[in-house]
């Protein structure tokens, strides 16, 4: 499985970016999508994810600011992040865990960075 991620970028403190993560095999393959990020120094860690039922999931920090949506017909997966924070810069990567495996792929990554 290849994924292709992008939408990273260079903002100021509290504009948006919308991540994308084109994947190459059809996104009913997987039990899930999701975005990860890694700032320097600090572990990756899970910034929200959807299942294939389409239930959604956030760490506390980006609720009611970050939106993972997907669309099926282009098994893209998308991350909206509204207000964003100096805290936010990271390198965000997507990943998927494959069905009936449970093994996982990851993106190549793509940098956020926000300027306060």
């Known amino acids: 499985v290849q994924l292709q991620a992008s939408g990273g970028g260079l903002v100021q403190a509290g504009e948006s970016l919308r991540l994308s993560c084109a994947a190459s095999?059809?996104?009913?393959?997987?039990?899930?999508m999701g975005w990860y990020r890694q700032a320097p120094g600090n572990q990756r860690e899970l910034v929200a994810a959807i299942t294939i039922a389409g239930t959604t999931g956030y760490a506390d920090s980006v609720k009611g600011r970050f939106t993972i949506s997907r669309d099926n017909a282009k098994n893209t997966v998308y991350l909206q992040m509204n207000s964003l924070k100096p805290e936010d810069t990271a390198v965000y990567y997507c990943?998927?865990?494959?069905?009936?495996?449970?093994?996982?792929?990851w993106g190549q990554g793509t940098q956020v960075t926000v300027s306060s």
């Open positions: 990943n998927v865990e494959i069905r009936g495996s449970g093994y996982q792929y």
């Open positions: 095999r059809n996104i009913f393959s997987f039990n899930a």
